[in-house]
């Protein structure tokens, strides 16, 4: 290649790297599919990777990597993640949802309130907050990162663990960390007042047509998944799979 193309040919580059590096997210431009927005209530926004401006969110509205939701006063939003997990948001949150290794995912919750429920045996989810990272296995619990880092667990087990210390949380079970600074104190039972039922208001309304949509988005070869849901107050088994796009 002469000099001169060769000149020409970097300012080209130059030029759609400055334009690419300003576009929103999107199936052509970020990679794998982390979630799915599978219900929305209020005030509940969504800056993408790469932009400076928060959109609103929707319903059926799929999340990558790097993506950023907040949710205001009254604000409410669930999500299906593509490794398994229930994840319904409360007003006045802020979070970042990102992919982890084949095993682990991962939320960052920088404050607010989240619920998590596995829709399999095999779905795990970590979620870091500013104070502390909770581990989850098979769980239903409630994480709340406001002043003073609260975690709850309904069922399975969760680790809460910084640097100054670990407790493991089993069913009824509530721990509470200060702060970065503070190791996580020891677990106590839940008390009737203690349990909450905020969470109860996001559940969607089909499930299934969100898990199929997130199946065919995502990539990850041939496989199929196995899922508990909630239909009319029954347990319905589902077997979804997995397909390169």
């Not at 989810?125 to 239903?140: H, M, N, Q, W, Y």
Request: aromatic residues 4%; positive net charge; contains cysteine.
């Amino acid at each position: 290649m002469k000099s001169g193309n060769v000149y020409k040919f970097l300012i080209i580059a130059l030029a759609l790297t400055a334009v690419a590096s300003r576009l929103p997210c999107s199936a052509g431009t970020a990679g794998t599919v982390n979630a799915i927005v599978v219900y929305v209530k209020g005030d509940a926004k969504v800056k993408r990777a790469g932009v400076d401006a928060y959109s609103a969110l929707a319903l059926n509205d799929l999340l990558y990597a790097g993506d950023d939701v907040k949710t205001g006063a009254s604000g409410m939003v669930s999500l299906a993640t593509k490794g398994g997990a229930e994840v319904r948001i409360n007003e006045n949150s802020v979070f970042n949802i990102e992919s982890g290794n084949r095993v682990r995912e991962l939320l960052h919750l920088a404050g607010g309130q989240l619920w998590t429920r596995m829709l399999h045996k095999m779905a795990t989810l970590d979620v870091k907050t500013p104070s502390a990272v909770c581990a989850i296995r098979g769980t239903e619990a409630d994480i709340e990162q406001r002043s003073l880092l609260t975690v709850k667990v309904y069922e399975g087990h969760v680790d809460v663990e910084n640097p100054l210390g670990k407790q493991s949380l089993t069913a009824g079970q509530m721990s509470t960390v200060s702060g970065a600074g503070s190791a996580p104190a020891a677990a106590k039972q839940m008390s009737a007042s203690d349990k909450g039922d905020w969470q109860k208001g996001g559940a969607a309304k089909d499930l299934q047509k969100f898990l199929d949509k997130l199946a065919a988005a995502g990539g990850g070869g041939q496989k199929k998944l196995k899922l508990k849901i909630d239909k009319g107050g029954k347990t319905k088994d589902v077997e979804i799979q997995l397909k390169k796009k």
